[in-house]
């Protein structure tokens, strides 16, 4: 679907997050000049679209004491990556699964999971739990924890800088 | 962060309906009154356990482009880079790893035309190279994450 301009003024009230309120979807009717009805039609659509995949929170692993954050990445053959994507995404510990494409000669590895937890012991020990179980020993894998977090907050998809707005619409 | 702190945060994870009193349902269940609920829910966004209440977007589906980029930072610049690479606003998440390519970021854009724009601008301005790695297949993940 396209967004109409009516959308993006939508997302870029509610992209930051939406107001604490027990009302929330009224106070941002309130906010751009339309009803709440408006509002709420509005944003079914744009998730029966696919767009927006749910109204939720986005949680801080660490603030939480998942302080071991590991991103544990994998050379996979391309007729073997299916299978093991799925595998290691039902994983309990596993966050993230993605397939990624290598950068030779700088990156081999093109399956890439997160898995979370409370200390680089009992990841380690879970990954090879895992290798162990699904007898993955023979790919070629390694683990790169994270030693600090620099920024972390949600994508922003519509610009609303009035510069970024007239850039945009100049293009087309 | 208490129990019912830790119910909050499972259960806000699964998503709250698109309809005038979204809070209504989940405060019922966890046997809060909405004030209370909303008030717990300031304090977790306050103490920065969660980011913020809102809409989880589908970055492809809204025609815009989310890559993971790495790449690989001398030690004794990794502050100045740090700083310069942060400063675009297309920059998600950024974290250092213990990889010989030791800083991992994600880069959204609105278009997915954009990400090379602003690849090539980064390395123009921190004199690294960009290891630009686009998902190709995501694998489905369940919300698990238990608190």
């Not at chain 1, 993006?8 to 709440?36: C, D, F, N, S, W």
């Not at chain 1, 660490?62 to 954050?69: F, Q």
């Not at chain 2, 502050?79 to 942060?86: G, K, L, P, R, S």
């Not at chain 2, 297309?90 to 030791?102: G, I, K, P, Q, T």
């Amino acid at each position: 679907m396209v967004l109409n301009e009516q959308d993006r003024e939508l997302i870029a009230a509610i992209q930051g997050g939406l107001p604490l309120v027990a009302k929330p979807y009224a106070a941002i009717a309130a906010q751009l000049g339309l009803t709440e009805d408006e509002v709420l039609t509005r944003l079914e659509t744009l998730q029966t679209a696919g767009l927006i995949k749910r109204m939720g929170v986005v949680v801080k692993h660490r603030a939480l004491g998942y302080r071991a954050n590991a991103m544990v990445v994998w050379d996979i053959p391309a007729d073997e990556v299916e299978r093991i994507g799925a595998l290691l995404a039902d994983e309990a510990c596993v966050t993230l699964c993605y397939q990624r494409p290598r950068r030779l000669p700088a990156w081999g590895y093109n399956l890439f999971c997160m898995i979370h937890g409370r200390a680089r012991d009992s990841v380690l020990r879970r990954l090879e739990q895992i290798v162990a179980c699904h007898g993955l020993e023979k790919f070629p894998h390694t683990v790169l924890f994270s030693s600090r977090s620099f920024k972390q907050r949600g994508a922003h998809y519509v610009e609303t800088d009035s510069r970024q707005k007239h850039l945009r619409r100049s293009h087309g | 962060m208490d129990s019912i702190d830790a119910s909050i945060v499972n259960r806000m994870q699964e998503g709250l309906p698109v309809c005038p009193r979204p809070f209504d349902d989940v405060a019922a269940t966890l046997g809060l009154s909405v004030d209370e609920l909303l008030s717990r829910l300031q304090r977790l966004l306050d103490d920065k356990v969660l980011t913020r209440f809102g809409p989880m977007f589908n970055a492809e589906n809204m025609g815009g482009a989310l890559s993971l980029c790495a790449m690989q930072v001398p030690v004794n610049r990794y502050e100045q880079v740090t700083a310069e690479v942060n400063a675009f606003p297309e920059v998600a998440h950024n974290y250092e790893r213990d990889h010989l390519l030791n800083m991992w970021f994600v880069l959204a854009t609105e278009h997915p035309e954009q990400a090379g724009v602003v690849i090539r601008q980064i390395e123009q301005k921190t004199g690294c190279q960009v290891y630009d790695m686009p998902k190709q297949e995501e694998f489905y993940i369940g919300l698990k994450l238990a608190v």
